[in-house]
């Protein structure tokens, strides 16, 4: 990153991987004179001073920041968004980057959003909204059986079930409003159409009405190879995508424009970056679900290729200056595979030493970013379902993933668990094979 004559503070709210990410992009910009993260993890702790407040303590937060008087506050992950921290620290003076309580709700909310997306004529999965058992199974029966059902609040990733027949369907919904499976998150439930395509990630930065694109991304949400197994917060990802086009490209950037608009239209601006999670289907791209922050873990790919400054770029959002957010994407791939505990994203053990950090970061074109882990008695050791992103980037997809994957071979730890197949799909099509 380039010098300046005034350098900054800053506070990344988080600690996982995302955070991880977003530290390691910041660490490298001469603007940077500070950084801050609460709570963090074991690796964010060798880039940065880490405090012990969590993420979703509004208030907590809200003294830690009147503490250290930074210069811009970075919101990781979406709750505390959704409950308006990024509200509170703009109203103590302080930039903040991420989009206030109201556009949160994209995220906080799959039926505000699904209302969203009806009124801005925004292609979609046909969809209902129910608080009811009956009428929530006669929709899935005339869908045909097949649905994805949706926890209507944040559910840390795990709230969609994508049922293939109408028994687990009904399951699905009986989980939500009777069984308490999500607790208030589940005491509405979102009942989609099974749409079938590729599955993308579209990340843009957006301020005063102007969007900025980041690039695509795919990631992969189930625990097994082949898509086999339960929903998690993402097993690894990649970037940039070669089956997309350029008109699919467009397509995308015109729906995150309407999105937008859409929003300003109804009185709400929105600042910070937005996810759009997209299908794209024969009829061409749908969105799926909205986001309020950077994915994760999509952020593990998307902050390794960018070749500008990420701290500018944030700074330009936060402070209302799109017109200084230029984004420059390196030609390189990247691929990040999540290593995790054992028997995730069901129970598992935490407090498992970690062997072969560092020899993991000495794989050319590797870096490992820390999901979910604490020190212990002088050791890293697991605290976390999703304990590590280890990201190898490249002049091709193939090359990204080798990498990737040489250095997930140099780490173990009791239980660990990866995929297998994260992006070799896409290797083989980049390499034309």
Known sequence: CPSSERRVRVLVVGGGGREHALTWGLARCSLVSELHV???NAGIAQLATCHDVAADDVEQMVKLVDQLTPDLVVVGPEAPLVAGLADRVREMGVPAFG???????????KAWSKHVMEAGDIPTARSGTFTEVAPAVEFVRELGGRAVVKADGLAAGKGVTVAMASSAAEQAIRDCLEGGAFGEAGET??????????????FALVAGGRVVPLGLSQDFKRIGDGDAGPNTGGMGAYSPLPFVDQATEGSIETIVD???????????GYSGVLYTGLML????????????????PETEVIVPRLAGDLANLLMAVATDRPGEAEVVMSADAAVTVVVASGG????????????????????P???VFHAGTA????????????????????????EARDHAYAAVARVSFEGMTTRTDIAQAAATHREGT
């Open 99 to 109: 989009p206030g309580a109201d556009a949160a709700r994209l995220e906080g909310s």
């Open 189 to 202: 439930v979102v009942v989609e159409e099974l749409l079938e395509g590729p599955e993308v990630s579209s």
């Open 344 to 363: 995730y994203p069901g129970s598992y053990q935490t407090g498992v030493p970690i062997d072969g950090l560092d020899a993991a970061a000495q794989v």
């Open 365 to 367: 074109g590797a870096m």
């Open 375 to 398: 020190q212990a008695d002088g050791r890293v050791v697991t605290a976390g379902g999703r304990v590590l992103s280890v990201t190898g980037t490249g002049a091709s997809i193939g």
């Open 281 to 296: 289907t024969a009829d061409g791209p749908k969105v799926l679900e909205y986001n309020c922050r950077f994915g994760d």
């Open 258 to 268: 309407r999105t937008v608009a859409t929003l300003k239209s109804m009185g709400i």
């Open 38 to 40: 609460a709570p963090g």
